[in-house]
């Protein structure tokens, strides 16, 4: 809920239990009845008394499908956020961000001849390790560019290699998966072979 909804709320609220004390006082018998129902006749004959009551009806109806809604979008964007990647050194737990992983794996690809252009999407879970330490089981996609006249098999092999050590001497990953898919082949070279072919 809202910064701006929870403030309804807490006006709502305020009013029905200022609501529910004037009952309370109403029901003692501390003012005689016919003052009462003289006052009640004055309150219920003026507009203003519509007025409010229509706005009521209306936060009532606002605040009703606030609660049937999924939430707000703060805690939207919240559970869309990516999660960290964990990983465990001698003093503790270290949280290393999703971007930095894709970013570290996008330069070792890039580093590999023949690799002209890589983006990585990086996926991370929390698993049950073993003495109860919680660790991360890391999913990496890499879509390259490759340049022209470059065997696939063996540049995807090389930047698959290039990508799992890094991943392994800077984060000490155990528990990760490298998929690797070659968008587009790229360069001048190319073009000229598919001409002339």
């Known amino acids: 809920m809202g910064y701006i909804n929870r403030f309804l709320l807490f006006l709502y609220t305020l009013a029905i239990a200022l609501a529910a004390l ?3 006082v109403l029901c003692l018998p501390v003012f005689p009845i016919p003052v009462i129902l003289n006052e009640t006749a004055f309150v219920l004959s003026r507009w203003e008394t519509l007025a409010v009551a229509a706005l009521v009806f209306i936060l009532s109806v606002h605040l009703l499908a606030c609660s049937f809604s999924g939430g707000s979008k703060h805690e939207e964007k919240k559970e869309k956020e990516p999660e960290a990647v964990v990983v465990h050194g001698e003093g503790g737990e270290v949280r290393v961000a999703v ?14 001849q023949g690799v002209e252009n890589a983006n990585a999407k990086v996926e991370s879970r929390r698993v049950a390790g073993g003495e109860g330490k919680v660790s991360s089981s890391v999913a990496i996609r ?13 540049v995807s092999d090389a930047v698959r290699a290039a990508v799992s050590e890094q991943v392994n001497e800077v984060l000490g990953l155990k528990d990760y998966s490298i998929d690797i898919s070659v968008a587009e082949i790229a360069g001048k070279d190319a073009a000229k072979q598919s001409r002339v072919s």
Do not use: F, T, Y
């Open 22 to 24: 004037g009952v309370i």
């Open 99 to 112: 971007p930095a992983v894709s970013n570290l794996a996008e330069k070792c690809a890039m580093k590999v």
């Open 142 to 154: 890499l879509d390259l560019e490759l340049g022209a006249r470059k065997n696939v098999a063996q």
